[in-house]
């Protein structure tokens, strides 16, 4: 099964993964998955991507066209959606008809949510409460195109985000979305 992502759990023994077909538990002792959820309910049209855990262990995942990045892909109508997970397997649509997320994060106060819309160059922000996992709309914090197409993401305990793009640079944003830094990075 194509993995979109492996995170960490509070067992070492055991990861999250987001698979083609679903989110499951791998027990790294043997091989094992467990199934928790598959909020695209089995559709093989779309794939996981980018998924990440918040501080209260409730999953973000987004799906994505199989066909993207090939001759056939129509970014308008082949649109996957952003998820969330919640510890009791229920699953809620944070934000539908998207292309591309990438790389899932939270402030250091876990009050703001930050995902990379990487079809459209985008940096989006939504206000996030961790208690209950509500997530506001997701609005652009930075407009990505002249930078070139953002990817990877990083926080550091500043609250300043680093943002990977395919154009061998990394772009360094405040809190308050200013730019900081640009730093080549070839690769």
């Not at 994505?64 to 510890?87: C, H, I, K, N, Q």
């Not at 996030?128 to 609005?139: F, I, M, Q, S, V």
Request: aromatic residues 10%; negative net charge.
């Amino acid at each position: 099964s194509l993995v979109g992502s492996a995170v960490p759990t509070d067992d070492e023994n055991r990861v999250l993964c987001a698979l083609s077909g679903g989110m499951y538990l791998l027990d790294t002792r043997d091989g094992g998955l467990e199934f928790l959820v598959d909020p695209k309910d089995g559709d093989t049209n779309f794939r996981y991507n980018d998924t990440r855990a918040d501080a209260k262990g409730r999953i973000f995942t987004s799906t994505m066209s199989v066909l993207y990045g090939t001759p056939e892909y129509d970014p308008e109508t082949m649109r996957g959606a952003f998820y969330r997970v919640d510890t009791d397997g229920s699953f809620h649509v944070v934000q539908a008809g998207i292309n591309q997320f990438n790389c899932v994060l939270w402030n250091p106060e876990n009050t703001r949510l930050y995902v990379v819309d990487t079809y459209n160059k985008k940096l989006l922000a939504a206000k996030y409460d961790l208690k209950t996992g509500h997530c506001g709309p997701l609005r652009e914090a930075v407009d990505c195109a002249e930078q070139g197409m953002p990817d990877g993401m990083a926080l550091d305990t500043a609250g300043n985000l680093y943002l990977c793009h395919w154009t061998s640079h990394i772009t360094v944003w405040s809190p308050d979305f200013s730019l900081l830094e640009d730093i080549p990075f070839p690769v």
